[in-house]
């Protein structure tokens, strides 16, 4: 792993869930313990998931940045790779590491770089490996860390994009921290569940990323809660809060997904056109710009890909 003497700063995607602030921690701790001079910050302020982590395990929440270039040369990618949905002055700097568990795609450089993808649950994963090939040891309290965030990628295994190699790091580092891993995973899960206190706005934004998709700009939102009535009773606000960021952002095609973590299942709510692609993607049929889909819990596996395909 190529190391740089002049200071980077590691950050995963806007709207950071808790593999972007947390694999960005990791990485750079790793990267330091290599010798380099890396900085973890983050695109956005952590979620009520995360801050119930980093509250738990007693960290701190990473520095927020807009832009990089006016401080630092080179940046190190968590979590994502596609330029929407990184800094934005993205293009004024050298990427020099990316570690992503996404698609490739709205990605290129100038210069040869360290890229080390795989189709795993979660980008804490595939970090776990690299400190084992580094023979560097996870503290405690980043194992902790590190477990949270893989708890969360895969909805504490229960979603289709857990692998094997998933399980067996949280259960590593349940070890290392001295956690019950289900017990609390499930508590944790249920921290980000806490919907009562946010706008209308906050909840469209709280984990929102932004696909080019044949063309179109296509907004994608999750939010997990254990009562799916509760956010459909704020459903005529929640449009309007669509169709307002929607316009003053060019976004084509909003989707709003909102999982019950404890079945497993998504309603879609579409705001936008086109709307067909939505239907024709999951072969289904829109009433009242909604739809139930049974077991669909990955936006990167069970969404993103079939709306490709149908754009």
């Known amino acids: 792993m190529e190391i740089f003497s002049m200071k980077e700063l590691v950050f995963g995607h806007k709207n950071p869930d808790t593999d972007a602030i947390v694999a960005a921690k990791a990485f750079a701790y790793l990267q330091n313990q290599l010798g380099a001079d890396a900085e973890a910050v ?27 270039s006016k401080e630092v040369d080179a940046v190190m990618l968590v979590d994502h790779n596609e330029a929407q949905q990184s800094v934005d002055d993205i293009k004024d700097v050298t990427v020099t590491h990316v570690v992503d568990h996404h698609r490739i795609a709205n990605f290129e450089t100038a210069a040869p770089l360290y890229y080390y993808a795989e189709p795993v649950g979660c980008t804490s994963t595939i970090i776990l490996k690299l400190f084992k090939q580094n023979n560097v040891e996870v503290p405690a309290k980043l194992a902790g860390l590190m477990l949270s965030a893989i708890i969360s990628d895969t909805l504490l295994f229960k979603s289709p994009t857990t692998t094997p190699a998933d399980e067996e790091a949280v259960k590593e580092l349940a070890k290392i921290a001295d956690v019950d891993y289900e017990t609390y995973g499930l508590e944790m899960l249920k921290a980000g569940t806490n919907l009562g206190s946010k706008s209308e706005k906050e909840l469209i934004d709280s984990d929102a990323k932004s696909f080019k998709l044949g063309g179109k700009t296509v907004r994608i939102n999750q939010v997990n809660t254990v009562d799916l009535a509760e956010v459909f009773a704020r459903e005529a606000k929640l449009r309007s809060a669509i169709e307002e960021e929607s316009a003053e952002k060019g976004y084509d095609l909003f989707l709003l997904m909102v999982t019950n973590i404890l079945d497993s299942n998504t309603r879609l709510l579409v705001v936008g056109e086109p709307k067909d692609v939505v239907e024709k993607a999951f072969d289904v049929k829109l009433t009242d710009d909604k739809v139930d889909l049974p077991g669909v819990v990955s936006r990167k596996k069970q969404v993103v890909p079939p709306l490709e395909k149908a754009f």
């Open 42 to 68: 983050a695109l956005g302020t952590p979620n009520e998931e995360t801050k119930f982590v980093l509250e738990h395990f007693a960290e701190k929440a990473p520095r927020v940045v807009t832009e990089v």
